[in-house]
């Protein structure tokens, strides 16, 4: 008898980031015997032409600012058609299961609407789904303490030319004692300063902020028909606990018979790249 095909785990990655930082989580997950793959998303990592005023040194700040985008008319679309087709070349193999941190979860939202059939099983590792279209243009009803966007305003580029890309200087952190604290605190609390300055030299700068839009919210007649995780991270300060708890309540209010299976991890918010075993275990009992 021929053994079932084990699973790929096919990686979605968050603002500001790229395939590099799954480079942890995958190691570990070679070691269980599992396949995996992560993607560059349009305009990012290798798929990025990023400012090279980002990487000199001593940076030059007007170059920064002026510099053009990697994201420039990159959209929510672009993302899903690029996923998609790596994704039935995957699905060619055996069962997927997509795998999105941060804002990674609009982009594998706006995936499982539209090709369910595709996919085995959705998972969010403290990501975003937007499960009501109202998410996009009210205030939420939650108390949200996160540390990034303080942090984030400290390294904002002022003047960036494209509608809705934000670009964020990851690297001044490197000479900003105060700030590296304020950034790892908020980001990857749980590392050592060493893991945290591999993790910001692996960032890009820019970021496309257009894709929270409607296409990212989930649909019961596509998203809903795939099973669904939620992986809480008890540690994050990013996307805090309680925003992570008030999507997950709104998602399984839409599909009230196929609702989360939660878990929790006591993590950071990218707590895969600095402590990647217990992702890999929770990701591998998923699957057997």
Known sequence: MRALPRPTFAFVHGGSSNARAWGPLMSELALLGHRSYAFDLP??????DSPAPYYRQPQDPAALAAAPSPMRGVTLRDNVRH?????????????VVLV???LGGLTISAVANAVPDLIDRVVYLSALCIADPAMLTEPWDVADDNLLDAAAARIAVPGAREPGVVRLNWRAAHTDPELFAQLKEAIMADSTDHQFRLLLDSLDPDEN????ESGAVVTADGWGRVPHTYVRLSQDRSNTPAVQDHMIRTADALTPDNPFDVHTLTT?????FSRPEPFAKLLDGLVR
């Open 43 to 48: 305009g990012h990592g290798d798929l990025a």
């Open 83 to 95: 996923v998609v087709g790596v994704l039935r070349g995957l699905a060619a193999h055996g069962p």
């Open 100 to 102: 999105g941190n941060s």
């Open 209 to 212: 902020h257009m894709v929270l």
């Open 268 to 272: 950071s918010h990218v707590g895969y």
